[in-house]
Nanobody, 124 residues
Framework: QVQLVESGGGLVQAGGSLRLSCAAS????????MGWFRQAPGKEREFVAA????????SYADSVKGRFTISRDNAQNTVYLQMNSLKPEDTAVYYC????WGWGRKDQLQYKYWGQGTQVTVSS
C-alpha cells in the first residue's frame, strides 16, 4: 500500500522557518522524482519544488526560489522542504507527491501518488 505522510506544518510568524517532511512507503522511492505542491484557500494547487531521484537536480517556483530548499534521503525514504523567510502568502496546505518518472517535474499531472497534506499558516 502506497503511503506519503507529510509532517512539520504549523503556525509561524512571517520571517520564520519550518521544515516539512514526507515519509514514503509502498513504492520504490529511490527511483522516483518527488515534488512539493501547495493549495491556498480559494486557489488552485500549484507547484512549489521538485527533486530528481538521486537528489542532484532540483527546481523551484519563482515565488519560493532562494527561500525554500528541497532535499531527500533515499536511505530514509523521506523528502524534505526547508522553508525560510516565510511570508503570509506562503499560507497553504502543502502536499508531497511522487512523480511517475525519476525526474521530479513541475506538472502535477505527471505525479501518480499524493499525500494528504499538511497545513502551513504564516501570520503577519
Amino acid at each position: 500500500q502506497v503511503q506519503l505522510v507529510e509532517s512539520g506544518g504549523g503556525l509561524v510568524q512571517a520571517g520564520g522557518s519550518l521544515r516539512l517532511s514526507c515519509a514514503a512507503s509502498g513504492f520504490t522511492f529511490s527511483t522516483s522524482g518527488m515534488g512539493w505542491f501547495r493549495q491556498a484557500p480559494g486557489k488552485e494547487r500549484e507547484f512549489v519544488a521538485a527533486i530528481n531521484w538521486g537528489g542532484g537536480g532540483t527546481s523551484y517556483a519563482d515565488s519560493v526560489k532562494g527561500r525554500f530548499t528541497i532535499s531527500r534521503d533515499n536511505a530514509q525514504n523521506t523528502v524534505y522542504l526547508q522553508m525560510n523567510s516565510l511570508k503570509p502568502e506562503d499560507t497553504a496546505v502543502y502536499y508531497c507527491a511522487a512523480d511517475s518518472w525519476g525526474w521530479g517535474r513541475k506538472d502535477q499531472l505527471q505525479y501518480k501518488y499524493w499525500g494528504q497534506g499538511t497545513q502551513v499558516t504564516v501570520s503577519s
